[in-house]
């Protein structure tokens, strides 16, 4: 089981970023997928989750601006991020929930 992130960068204030996370040795469509960053008070922030049946859950600092989707072709879990803001610079992870197996993490940078 493997997982590998990309798509960081920097980019300005409001501005968007799509993040990808690529699977091998499951399929992204069979497991609970998610994506964290670090958190000042805990080793990692919970952002947004992929239920296999196409459920989607999302913390209060995602909710209304990131969205979690899946393309099962690519095997691959996406994270669209819109109206970045500083305070959103950080590394992201994903994760799957089923073999606790993450990611080595993409970098995003939110500056003017």
Known sequence: VRLEESGGGSVQPGGSLRLSCAGSGF???????????????E???WLATRAPGGATF?????EGRFTVS????????????????????AVYYCQNFDSATWGQGTWVTVSS
Do not use: C, G
Not at 27 to 41: G, L, T, Y
Not at 70 to 89: A, C, G, I, V, Y
């Open 27 to 41: 399929s992204v469509s069979d497991q609970i997928m998610s994506w964290h960053r670090p958190a000042p008070d």
């Open 43 to 45: 080793a990692r922030e």
């Open 58 to 62: 999302y913390s209060d600092s995602a």
């Open 70 to 89: 899946r393309d099962d072709h690519k095997n691959t879990l996406f994270l669209q991020m819109d109206s970045l803001k500083p305070e959103d610079t």
